[in-house]
């Protein structure tokens, strides 16, 4: 039969010609101008041409995409769906976070797509009285967008094809996770097709991450320009100048091949994108195809933007964790839980309480009060917050008695000393009221350098640090503490391996116990009664007080000043 007869028989009895996801999209699919900065018709980059025919490939049964921001993402989302509808008419569910999130992706992205791509917008019935902006009906199936947060929706009709957007977002209900209830109801169909797509969030707790450890962890290999060595993108080697006063040039910023050393440009990196493959780095998963990428990818995102990111981001956890998730397409793992064993007790150094280093301008102590005991430690100070632990103590007893505050009251009077001669006693001593409150209230008015303390939040939901000094109860200086924004703090300071500002000197005389009470926590996330996402300090070991010492010796220091005297700041 002639090829042209072909092509009318086909189309007289309603047959067209089976194409590929991805051959699909580039003959069929127009960018809405609303919704793509690359408004018009469909060209897909280097790297999307892969997960497109793996999604419309009958050998593959799950695609995993573990991607980072200004990717394409969406818009494969988008053309599997237009796909689904034009070409093998399905029953398809879009599973987001919230249904309010599925009402704004049907509004904002949908619906510019069925108007601008016309062989969808035939098939839409949107003058059906069932058709709503979260279910759509065509010949041959329908399209229903569901909110994670809407469990009733999750498990009623077969689904042959589950799309989970934001997959990490999405939540846990009374039956069960929302992803697990989605999947369920497409076990009915031999020939299924499962996609999940998300940046990741928290180590240990990204629901994209194991599933892209199940996959066959394909990762885009792209060529060096100068040696032609396949490599795979990483921030690590982004490169650029740092002047001695510490200002950033990101003028300079460019690649460094892993193998040869050059220097690649913006447009040396968008070439070498454009000519990359992707590899399995996994086998055993022929059925799950799992695709990781991160934003330096990204023609929407330069090297400088990405640089910019980083050095706004970095110093604020919340932020950075954005950073590592978004561009860096990795999940976070909170400060508190890097430092590898034994790494803070193995730098401790060779000095007394009366061979101090003469850096020290000033000593802090902080207390801690449980029923049997008081600890005590009693920290050094410098510029930029270079610190030194000179002594951690622990007075046992019973701290209803007036025998273990007497000893109490000597050790904070002890008399320190630089190898110089410089004699030196705590400046400033915070207590502790949490336990045992009117005892701590009568301790701290014996001396003018003893205050009362009270811990607030231990969330991020703002609370200052260290606020101004209160005077409560008959004169006692009380001061209370930000005990999120403290422990923050501190995790900082210990992070820092460089001798200088803001290190962490220990001396010889500290314990191990001492250091796995000073890493006892994590930061986790949870969220609020009122179902906001927030961070929170969390114990990983049942004893932390080494750790409350240090934020009280650190809240001590603030009050100061030594951030007021042109030092470094932390």
Same mark, same amino acid.
């Given at each position: ?14 047959l +067209? ?28 980059l ?16 799950e ?20 796909y ?23 509004k ?28 759509k009906?065509f ?21 042959k ?8 977002r ?10 697990d209830l989605?999947q ?5 169909y ?13 180590k240990g707790?990204?629901?994209i991450?194991s599933e ?10 792209v060529p ?13 080697n ?16 460019g ?14 990196k ?7 493959v ?10 799950k195809?799992?695709?990781?990428l991160?934003?330096l ?14 050095l706004?981001?970095?110093?604020n956890v ?6 590592v998730?978004?561009i ?23 000095y ?16 801690d ?30 701290t209803k ?11 904070l ?7 110089k ?15 045992n409150?009117?005892?701590?209230y009568?301790?701290?008015?014996l001396?003018s350098?003893?205050f009362a ?7 991020e ?11 409560v ?18 995790f ?10 803001g ?9 191990l116990?001492y250091?796995?009470e ?8 949870t ?8 961070y929170?300090?969390?114990k990983i ?5 080494a ?5 009280l010796?650190?809240?001590?220091a +603030? ?12």
């Amino acid at each position: 039969m002639h090829n042209s007869l072909k092509h009318i028989f086909a189309d007289s009895i309603f047959l +067209k010609p089976r194409l590929s996801l991805y051959e699909w999209s580039e003959k069929y699919r127009v960018l809405s101008q609303e919704s793509s900065a690359l408004f018009g018709k469909f060209q897909a980059l280097s790297y999307q041409v892969e997960p497109m025919q793996c999604i419309s490939d009958p050998n593959i049964r799950e695609i995993v995409l573990m991607w980072g921001s200004q990717l394409g993402k969406s818009e494969i989302l988008n053309n599997t769906i237009g796909y689904y509808i034009h070409q093998d008419p399905s029953t398809i569910l879009f599973l987001l976070p919230t249904e309010d999130m599925a009402e704004d992706y049907s509004k904002r992205r949908l619906a510019p797509m069925f108007r601008d791509t016309k062989e969808l917008g035939e098939l839409i019935f949107d003058r059906e009285a069932n058709n709503t902006i979260l279910i759509k009906n065509f010949k041959g199936g329908n399209l229903a967008l569901v909110g994670s947060n809407s469990p009733s929706k999750l498990s009623s009709k077969p689904i042959k094809i589950l799309i989970v957007d934001e997959v990490d977002r999405c939540e846990n209900t009374k039956e069960g996770h929302s992803i697990d209830l989605a999947q369920k109801r497409t076990n009915t169909y031999y020939d299924r097709k499962i996609i999940k797509v998300s940046t990741p969030t928290i180590k240990g707790n990204s629901v994209i991450e194991s599933e892209y450890e199940l996959s066959d962890k394909r990762k885009y290999f792209v060529p060096c320009p100068y040696c032609s060595f396949l490599q795979v993108l990483n921030f690590e080697n982004i490169k650029w100048e740092q002047t001695s006063d510490g200002n950033h040039n990101l003028d300079s910023v460019g690649y460094e091949c892993i193998e040869c050393g050059k220097l690649w440009s913006e447009e040396d990196k968008n070439k070498a994108v454009s000519q990359g493959v992707w590899k399995a780095t996994k086998t055993g998963s022929e059925l799950k195809a799992g695709f990781f990428l991160n934003a330096l990818y990204s023609p929407f995102f330069t090297l400088k933007d990405i640089v910019k990111d980083f050095l706004d981001s970095k110093d604020n956890v919340a932020k950075f964790q954005v950073f590592v998730n978004t561009i860096k397409a990795e999940s976070f793992e909170p400060p508190s839980v890097k430092f590898q064993d034994n790494e803070l007790y193995n730098r401790r150094e060779n000095y007394t309480q009366t061979t101090l280093p003469d850096d020290i301008i000033f000593i802090t102590s902080g207390v801690d009060v449980q029923g049997d005991r008081i600890e005590i430690e009693f920290k050094g100070w410098a510029l930029g917050y270079e610190n030194w632990g000179i002594k951690h103590v622990i007075l046992y007893g019973d701290t209803k008695q007036s025998e273990i505050w007497g000893r109490l009251y000597k050790e904070l009077k002890d008399v320190f000393y630089t190898k110089k001669g410089r004699k030196l006693r705590s400046s400033i001593n915070l207590i502790d009221s949490g336990y045992n409150r009117d005892r701590v209230y009568s301790f701290v008015r014996l001396d003018s350098r003893f205050f009362a303390t009270k811990g607030l939040s231990e969330s991020e939901r703002k609370r200052d640090f260290v606020t101004p000094i209160k005077k409560v109860s008959n004169n006692v200086k009380l001061l209370t503490i930000g005990t999120y924004e403290g422990k923050s703090e501190v995790f900082k300071l210990l992070r820092v391996d460089e001798v200088g500002a803001g290190y962490c000197h220990f001396s010889q005389s500290y314990s191990l116990e001492y250091f796995s009470e000073l890493t006892a926590e994590k930061l986790v996330k949870t969220k609020t009664p009122s179902g906001y996402t927030t961070y929170r300090w969390e114990k990983i070991r049942e004893r932390n007080e080494a750790l409350d010492l240090f934020v009280l010796c650190l809240a001590g220091a +603030k009050i100061m000043k030594l951030d007021r005297m042109d030092f470094v700041k932390i």
